[in-house]
């Protein structure tokens, strides 16, 4: 059975840091790129960021992340990390990962996603 | 804020049929394929249909999608109270480099 377990999700305080966990079980966790997708509170979704299945790692950010976030995977652990520093107010979401599949991102979707783990900024 | 539109609600009695819009440019539902997701209260999205009109294994035939140009289209029939949730299109984006999901559309059943 696919599963994919978001951990990490806690309350900071603006401009902590936090690292969010995506631990995969169930399929050959190498041969998929994955993507984080957060939801803040009563919203609808934002797409965060995209890893690339391969060796090379294709990267892409939302600009509204990028600089402050970086996202990372260790095929060993089945794992994908979402690092998330200078975190904001607008930040608080729960924060999903999901499975990509198609053969390209011009094709792509997400077929599995994860339960999902809250991050609250605030003071 | 969003790049892909859709309509905040819609409502059917039960038996009847929805649509939902989902309205993009040329960089995103104009050259790619268009993905669909369900998600009901309190829970993870679900996927739906893929590659604008496919079902997965074990989604109903009373869901299916539909794309034309610059917009698709999700089409539920024979509405069910457990259809009651947000619907979500997504696609990539080719001049952002990015994942972009509708606006979400809340499904009510009368």
């Known amino acids: 059975e696919v599963q994919l377990v978001e951990s990490g999700g806690n309350l900071v305080q603006p401009g902590g840091s936090l690292r969010l966990s995506c631990t995969a079980s169930?399929?050959?966790?190498?041969?998929?790129?994955i993507y984080w997708v957060r939801q803040a509170p009563g919203k609808g979704l934002e797409w965060i960021s995209y890893?690339?299945?391969?060796?090379?790692?294709?990267?892409y950010y939302a600009d509204s992340v990028k600089g402050r976030f970086t996202i990372s995977k260790d095929n060993a652990k089945t794992s994908v990390y979402l690092q998330m520093n200078s975190l904001r107010a607008e930040d608080t979401a729960v924060y999903y990962c999901?499975?990509?599949?198609?053969?390209?991102?011009?094709?792509?979707?997400?077929?599995?996603w994860g339960q999902g783990t809250l991050v609250t900024v605030s003071s | 804020q969003s790049v892909l539109t859709q309509p905040p609600s819609v409502s059917a009695a039960p038996g009847q049929k929805v649509t939902i819009s989902c309205s993009g440019s040329?960089?995103?539902?104009?050259?790619?394929?268009v993905s669909w997701y369900q998600q009901l209260p309190g829970t993870a999205p679900k996927l739906l249909i893929y590659?604008?009109?496919k079902r997965p294994s074990g989604i109903p035939d009373r869901f299916s999608g539909s794309k034309s140009g610059t917009s698709a289209t999700l089409g539920i029939t024979g509405l069910q109270t457990g259809d009651e949730a947000d619907y979500y299109c997504?696609?990539?984006?080719?001049?952002?480099?990015?994942?972009?999901f509708g606006t979400g559309t809340k499904v009510t059943v009368l």
């Open positions: 997504g696609t990539w984006d080719n001049s952002l480099s990015a994942g972009v």
């Open positions: 999901a499975r990509v599949r198609g053969a390209s991102l011009t094709s792509c979707y997400l077929d599995y």
């Open positions: 590659e604008n009109n």
């Open positions: 169930g399929f050959t966790f190498s041969h998929y790129s």
């Open positions: 890893i690339s299945d391969d060796s090379v790692s294709v990267i």
């Open positions: 040329s960089s995103n539902i104009g050259s790619n394929y």
